[in-house]
């Protein structure tokens, strides 16, 4: 086995069985290796981040690890049946991080071996390198307590989860809202930047390695100009992870950390410093241009815009107030219209401390629950149901008062509903078709083959779940329409409440066997909708029928739709924000709608047929460009 050389190591990668504890756990009751427990604190406290690769049934491994009170301390986790080769790669990749920096621990030579057949200089090692890790710790400087590397390994984690909603990478990032801020009092910060210098690789483009005196003495250079730089955007702070130095016009050092990467700082920065000369030494993962500037970092404007639409001109005055609450087509939607302090934002997010999705926050009985619950009866809630956390049931719904809020439906033809016995307390989750309490799907829930959230469902808590809880089956149009009358008499009269209304056919691209009749379910909702809204001039409706027109609007899914479809959503709420304001917003034509979606077809069989960067794809990709700018 290779010499693993622990000086290097950012992260460790664990296998389980027989490695992090004694025993298999799928055959019989494991016994802890509480100093293994006690390593993971140790290493993650020296800032030392620890992943999971190994071949269990998550459910019963991720409880395990939570009744040993160390879960929280794993990012990244793989545990599946599928070969770890594979999955390892795929965790260092997701972590930005470089093989070398990687140990991976497992009993099973195979496994070390295939690891490293993925992945060549991948330090791998059996259970003995665990006394050499234990030593080294306990020698180490404690330097990250407050465990801030955890954190941000955390916010890398919740990002990956987010960015499958999108449509592409770039639509990822213009909606980040990404900020990056250049400081120049860098004697201030000249711990952390030393420690930039000596651990970047990945995006360090210049690699001299020098010591904290040497630092402080090029800092205070009257001929050197030096910066350090921070970032922030809409899921987090990652502090300072960049840094230059420099001389005349050539940059001495230009770094930043891993954690940056895909996210375009580099460039960014190489930019504002007016792409001074700049030589390159060894592999940078990122290549510098001189022409280009990342146009979804610090928009000033905090236009969220889009590779193949532009954004909505105008905005309405900051008089009007909005509340957008919804999953993914709300929030895609959004990244067509300016943000400001115009709007509030409460969108489908991972929690923190569990890592599961909260989407159901925005189901009409939750919001409900907003208003007639009790503090204690929330609490209730929360200690009952796993998929519930206390965020999703507080909340500016009622508290603040908002001229407009823009609420999804789609939810409601599909999560199920539960109601506590003996209470008047509901909560909503998953398909309506594989009830919770119904003993028969518990295996699903429990193995993951059907939607969780990311929950972990075993059979005791599903058993004391159906004990407390009993089905009551889908929202139905009577008592959707009766929440929608409570939650308007809980609303200040002036406001607005603007429903999506769903598609009304089926999308042919929908693998989903629970979604086979979603659209019938969604005609029945909207049915009763437009009935009411007929009555109620409180009430504005975007419906998605008028929109959505064929198969080719879809992406994935019934509730899942085209970059077009997203841009149209934002037209109509920017129409219904309009009739509160003086100013109205331009829309863009009919014409360069259509004559856009010929380009998009266009560019989609160029894709097949030419490499993107190949000349003729180039030229008509300037094309496109020119043809988007005349539409402003």
């Not at 940056?260 to 390159?280: A, R």
């Not at 990311?454 to 089905?471: M, P, Q, R, V």
């Amino acid at each position: 086995m290779m010499d693993v050389n622990l000086d290097k190591i950012k992260l460790i990668i664990w296998d389980l069985d027989n490695t992090f504890w004694k025993g298999t756990i799928s055959e019989i009751e494991i016994q802890p290796i509480m100093s293994n427990c006690e390593l993971i604190v140790a290493l993650t406290n020296c800032g030392i981040i620890n992943s999971i690769c190994s071949k269990n049934d998550y459910a019963t491994a991720a409880q395990k690890l939570k009744e040993l009170n160390v879960w929280d301390y794993f990012v990244f986790s793989s545990i599946d049946w599928q070969p770890k080769g594979q999955r390892i790669r795929t965790i260092v990749q997701s972590m930005a991080l470089r093989p070398e920096n990687v140990l991976f621990i497992d009993d099973e030579i195979t496994n070390l071996r295939e690891a490293q057949h993925y992945l060549p200089d991948l330090m791998v090692a059996g259970p003995e390198i665990i006394d050499r890790l234990q030593q080294y710790v306990e020698a180490k400087d404690k330097k990250d307590t407050n465990h801030s590397r955890l954190d941000q390994y955390k916010l890398l984690e919740i990002k990956n989860t987010e960015q499958q909603k999108y449509n592409s990478n770039e639509e990822f990032l213009f909606a980040s809202d990404i900020r990056v801020s250049i400081s120049e009092d860098c004697n201030r910060e000249s711990d952390r930047i030393h420690e930039l210098i000596q651990r970047s690789n990945q995006l360090n483009f210049t690699k001299k390695r020098i010591s904290a005196e040497e630092l402080k003495i090029l800092i205070n250079r009257e001929d050197a100009r030096c910066g350090y730089v921070s970032v922030t955007d809409k899921y987090g702070d990652y502090g300072i992870v960049g840094f230059y130095a420099l001389v005349g016009n050539k940059l001495e050092h230009f770094l930043f950390s891993c954690r940056t990467i895909g996210l375009g700082v580099e460039q960014y920065v190489y930019s504002v410093l007016n792409c001074p000369q700049l030589d390159v030494v060894g592999e940078v993962v990122a290549e510098l241009k001189k022409t280009e500037q990342p146009a979804w970092i610090n928009q000033t404007d905090h236009v969220a815009k889009h590779p193949e639409w532009d954004e909505i001109k105008e905005q309405p005055s900051e008089s009007a107030k909005v509340l957008i609450k919804g999953p993914c087509d709300l929030s895609k939607s959004m990244t067509y219209i300016k943000s400001s302090d115009l709007f509030d934002y409460e969108f489908t997010y991972v929690n923190e401390k569990g890592g599961n999705i909260i989407e159901a926050h925005n189901h009409s009985v939750h919001i409900v629950g907003l208003k007639e619950y009790t503090d204690k009866q929330k609490d209730e809630i929360v200690s009952d149901c796993i998929f519930v956390d206390r965020d999703m049931l507080d909340g500016s719904f009622f508290e603040t008062k908002y001229d407009i809020i823009v609420l999804s439906t789609l939810i409601e033809s599909n999560y199920g509903i539960y109601k506590k016995r003996d209470s008047n307390l509901q909560v909503a989750f998953g398909s309506n078709l594989i009830s919770l309490t119904d003993k028969q799907n518990w295996q699903q829930y429990i193995q993951g083959s059907i939607y969780t959230g990311n929950n972990i469902f075993t059979e005791s808590y599903l058993a004391g779940f159906s004990e407390k809880y009993e089905f009551v089956g889908k929202t139905n149009p009577q008592d959707y329409i009766e929440r929608i009358k409570q939650i308007l008499n809980y609303l200040d009269k002036q406001t607005t409440l603007c429903l999506l209304l769903g598609v009304e056919f089926s999308c042919d691209k929908d693998s989903d066997p629970f979604s086979k009749n979603r659209h019938r379910e969604h005609a029945e909702l909207n049915a009763a909708i437009r009935v009411f809204a007929q009555e109620c001039p409180q009430l504005e409706l975007i419906d998605l029928n008028d929109i959505v027109k064929s198969q080719s609007d879809f992406t994935d899914g019934i509730n899942h739709f085209t970059s077009r479809v997203y841009y149209e959503i934002a037209q109509k709420i920017s129409a219904v924000i309009n009739k509160k304001q003086d100013i109205p917003i331009e829309n863009y034509s009919t014409f360069f709608i259509y004559l856009d979606r010929v380009i998009l077809f266009v560019r989609t069989i160029l894709k097949r047929t030419f490499r993107t960067d190949s000349r003729l794809y180039k030229f008509f990709k300037a094309v496109y460009l020119i043809i988007s700018r005349k539409k402003k």
